[in-house]
């Protein structure tokens, strides 16, 4: 066999070996309750929740509390089965966080306390379309 031939083996061996270690860290987004299973079973690997922050009537969103520190603050999330969470997050609140359209938290149950490690946000695009009143 050639050189090329034997180093291209190993480039594809490698790749391959990358992809498969790499699969098991891929997570797909679950529910609370999904992910209270997932950790009174044992399993340890980071869960990824989407939703929405808790809104009062007014659309103000309410459920923050920062902590004694100052440098983190946990909130309340809803899941898209409707289900209420209290969040910790263990830092600083994240820049257009009250006007994020929805939340993702990367993270672990701790007890009955969902402790986010990553927070990403989905924010009001500001290229939506908007109507505009033309006045005739």
Do not use: W
Request: aromatic share 8%; glycine share 6%.
């Amino acid at each position: 066999m050639k050189k090329s031939h034997i180093l291209g083996i190993v480039v594809i061996a490698t790749a391959i070996g990358i992809i498969i270690s790499t699969a098991g860290d891929a997570s797909s987004y679950v529910t609370f309750r999904q992910a209270q299973e997932m950790a009174f079973s044992g399993n340890d690997s980071k869960i990824h929740v989407v939703g929405t922050l808790k809104k009062a009537d007014d659309g103000d969103v309410v459920g923050i509390e920062p902590a004694a520190d100052k440098l983190s603050f946990s909130f309340v999330m809803v899941d898209a089965d409707m289900k209420e969470q209290k969040v910790y997050y263990p830092e600083p609140m994240p820049v257009d966080f009250l006007r994020s359209e929805q939340v993702v938290v990367i993270g672990a149950y701790h007890d009955e306390l969902f402790v986010a490690d990553k927070i990403l946000l989905k924010c009001p695009s500001k290229y939506q379309e908007q109507e505009i009143a033309i006045n005739s």
